[in-house]
């Protein structure tokens, strides 16, 4: 189980980077979405949505009391930030844990999620994006094979192709 | 040479995804950034703040004409989309060719975009981020090397740390 905890979201200013950040979780293999920050039910229901479309069971919820939330899950934490240690120098030490839960943070993370966490990692020390560290970070805890993931029950699928769109 | 065009920019809509995809091309070892669409001064003056202060030469010009400059540049034209053919068959090919222009569309990309590139190149045919597709590309182009890259000039360094921040 591999689930992807978005902190500190807002409304007005977060809803397309939060999108990304899920619909990178769920075609990168992780298995469940928690939204924490701003209640934000079209966000949400954005990515129900594409689920549907698109296939898998991936699906997001609202978690009202985050730090209640990571202590009561009992996953190990993984939080992603550009403070943390290199993801090369941890994954092998992360693939040993069954039940992951990975945090992306906002603009403001606050202290205590680096304490709580069992793993703070970062991917790149420089200043990027949460949903291509997110990306990376699942493609090195899937070893790659995350891209090749079939999504099952899915009403519309595409035929790669070498020029236009085919589907399938 | 590697740069990264980004197509069919909406200042409105826009201007965070774009700037994770510019703050992406940068800290994975792009060399240049193109911004196309609605012109976005502020947005590219993130990007030239960012490297100041965190180091390298990245920046951003705007262009006017893209289907010009596309076929001005010269360079080998990667046009990353959903619909293309999975990155892992291509890239081999791709890294053979010294100059490439990474094209990351927006919400609606031109029949054209897809007709004038060399490859149109899917990281998973699931709908996700332009953001996540561009990062396991460079990634995948620069061989996980790109996480390593150094920054010259940094005004500002992060020292990797279990817990917390820490500035060297």
């Not at 205590?112 to 699942?138: G, K, M």
């Amino acid at each position: 189980m591999l689930a992807v905890l978005r902190l500190g979201h807002r409304v007005s200013r977060d809803k397309r980077i939060t999108t990304h950040v899920f619909l990178t979780a769920r075609a990168f293999g992780a298995d469940k979405g928690y939204l924490s920050g701003e209640k934000d039910d079209s966000a949400i229901s954005n990515i129900q949505d594409i689920s549907k479309r698109w296939g898998g069971e991936f699906e997001v919820e609202y978690i009202d009391d985050w730090k209640n939330f990571l202590t009561r899950l009992g996953s190990t934490v993984v939080h992603l930030t550009m403070y943390g240690i290199p993801v090369g120098d941890k994954i092998s030490e992360i693939r040993k844990h069954k039940d992951i839960l990975v945090v992306v943070g906002g603009e403001k993370v606050p202290t205590e999620v680096y304490q709580l966490a069992d793993f703070n990692v970062s991917v790149t020390n420089q200043p990027h994006s949460e949903v291509a560290a997110l990306a990376i970070f699942l493609d090195r805890y899937f070893e790659g094979k995350e891209l090749d993931r079939n999504f099952p029950d899915a009403k519309q699928r595409i035929i790669p192709s070498d020029k236009g769109k085919r589907f399938g």
